[in-house]
């Protein structure tokens, strides 16, 4: 740029020139870009297979489903099939947390961005726990309140909730696609009698109460005597998954805990 201007003229006079040529407007908003957001929300578990087999037909390049058992570092990789599946076409990003059928109790982590797709255990959905055991890990009321403003009926806070985003969404036709990897009426009668087990045990009944005299298992072939002072235990640096129904002073002195509510851990004392 170059300006001209007299001698001793105002400053008004001033005159600026450019040397180069316009520049053409450029979208810079989301809006003008065309990019957009969707979410999808239900309240249902997805049924494993049918969930897996739509992922499979998106045509992504690097896609890993790691659902070996919680822990476990099995990794299935699955290449894209021949020819393609629109229905995710303008989807550049998308993440979330699912629940599936064959996981009552873990959340699994949604994760895709670009030509990248993932699918993970994440954690423990919260009302698979009993509500003692989740207190003591968000400790924090407002932390605490938060997550049990999530729950909804028997289920609890498991759900499905997953955000796109990217450009010309066909979002009625994720949201069919989605729809349709639920489980239904008759699979969920089944998912409720296959998990009615891990269901109730977030409300467990005790068989020994604080204050009770127990024996327990020390070691191979060795018990020994001891009152109970607790009930939910864990210890600060246990994953939320991981809790003992009891805490047991021995008489000896040491503060040991008891996994499981059963006679091969800890019994009524002879």
């Keep these: 740029k170059f300006t ?13 020139f450019s040397c180069s040529p316009p520049r053409p407007q450029v979208p810079n908003s989301v809006y003008e870009l065309g990019f957009m957001t969707h979410v999808f929300r239900a309240r249902r578990p997805f049924n494993q297979q049918r969930l897996l087999e739509l992922c499979d ?16 570092q099995e990794v299935a990789v699955l290449a894209p099939p021949p020819g393609k599946d629109a229905t995710f076409a303008g989807v550049l990003r998308s993440k979330g947390t699912i629940w599936l059928d064959e996981a009552q109790g873990e959340s699994v982590a949604w ?19 009993p509500e003692p055991v989740m207190r003591q890990c968000l400790p924090r009321p407002k ?47 089944e998912y409720r009698s ?38 939910y235990y864990r210890e600060p640096e246990w994953p939320p998954g991981k809790w003992a129904p009891y805490q047991v002073e021995l008489d000896e002195g040491f503060l040991v805990s008891a996994p499981v509510d059963d006679d091969i851990c800890i019994r009524v004392e002879p």
């Design 4 to 16: 001209i201007v007299e001698p001793n003229a105002a400053p008004q006079a001033y005159v600026e």
């Design 57 to 72: 037909r998106w045509p992504l390049p690097n896609k890993q489903m790691c659902l070996a058992q919680f822990g476990e």
């Design 111 to 129: 994760s895709h961005a670009g030509r990248h797709f993932r699918l993970t255990y994440s954690g423990v959905w919260w009302a698979a726990l």
């Design 143 to 189: 932390a605490f309140a938060a997550e049990r403003a999530l729950f909804e009926g028997v289920d609890g806070d498991r759900r499905q909730e997953l955000v796109f985003i990217g450009t010309k969404l066909n979002a009625a036709g994720i949201t069919a696609a989605l729809d349709a990897c639920l489980c239904t009426d008759d699979e969920m009668g």
């Design 194 to 231: 296959k998990w009615a087990d891990d269901y109730a045990a977030a409300a467990p009944t005790f068989r020994f109460g604080v204050g009770a005299r127990v024996e327990c298992c020390t070691g191979v072939d060795e018990w020994n005597c001891g009152t109970v002072v607790a009930h």
